[in-house]
T-cell receptor, first 114, second 111 residues
Framework: ETGVTQSPTHLIKTRGQQVTLRCSSQSGHNTVSWYQQALGQGPQFIFQYYREEENGRGNFPPRFSGLQFPNYSSELNVNALELDDSALYLC?????????????FGEGSRLTVL | EDQVTQSPEALRLQEGESSSLNCSYT??????LFWYRQDPGKGPEFLFT???AGEEKEKERLKATLTKKESFLHITAPKPEDSATYLCAVQAGVSFQKLVFGTGTRLLVSP
């Protein structure tokens, strides 16, 4: 059973650029969530995808967008990067979109915005 | 607004010195309380889910308990490899899986 994998592991961008982060969910999991973790903070919920549709969103602006593909893999896109977007971006997958399920996280993508 | 507060922020223990980490929460309709372990530069590793007050779960040297207002992670006779940041999160009564995390407790266990 493969776990959650994310790419790239590290990347550096400049302010105003756009970035795409990728995630392959754990085998058999149909729900993917994305979290942002700033240094020294806990992860913050960005959004969740279930059956290729966004079905929940946190307090993040529209320049944060995502996709989920038929194989349940996912992308996080961030446009017009700002310095405060520098963080560890975590993808998590689970068996169902409902409440109470366990989330399993990937190792994250470390984004630095200069 | 759902909120999670963890204490202490940092904890230094000697190997074998047992202690507890605290997670206080306010949430409208708790669906689950989660504990994760996070090593530096890595993603959170799932430890436990607790669903109702009075519930307890154990894994090796770790034991998690839950009341209506807080959860404790008890560490018995810790070893240096238990050094990590321990994160607590709650899932509220919404239709999707949004976890609200605390800022974590950084645990350092010295040999």
């Amino acid at each position: 059973e493969t776990g959650v994998t994310q790419s790239p592991t590290h990347l550096i961008k400049t302010r105003g650029q756009q970035v795409t982060l990728r995630c392959s969910s754990q085998s058999g999991h149909n729900t993917v969530s994305w979290y942002q973790q700033a240094l020294g903070q806990g992860p913050q919920f960005i959004f969740q995808y279930y059956r290729e549709e966004e079905n929940g969103r946190g307090n993040f602006p529209p320049r944060f967008s995502g996709l989920q593909f038929p194989n349940y893999s996912s992308e996080l896109n961030v446009n017009a990067l700002e310095l405060d977007d520098s963080a560890l971006y975590l993808c998590a997958s689970s068996l169902s979109s409902g409440t109470g399920g366990e989330l399993f996280f990937g190792e994250g993508s470390r984004l630095t915005v200069l | 607004e759902d909120q999670v507060t963890q204490s202490p922020e940092a904890l230094r223990l000697q190997e074998g010195e047992s202690s507890s980490l605290n997670c206080s929460y306010t949430v409208s309709g708790l669906r689950g309380l989660f504990w994760y372990r996070q090593d530096p530069g890595k993603g959170p590793e799932f430890l436990f889910t607790l669903y109702s007050a009075g519930e307890e779960k154990e894994k090796e040297r770790l034991k998690a308990t839950l009341t209506k207002k807080e959860s404790f992670l008890h560490i018995t006779a810790p070893k240096p490899e238990d050094s990590a940041t321990y994160l607590c999160a709650v899932q509220a009564g919404v239709s999707f899986q949004k976890l609200v995390f605390g800022t974590g407790t950084r645990l350092l266990v010295s040999p």
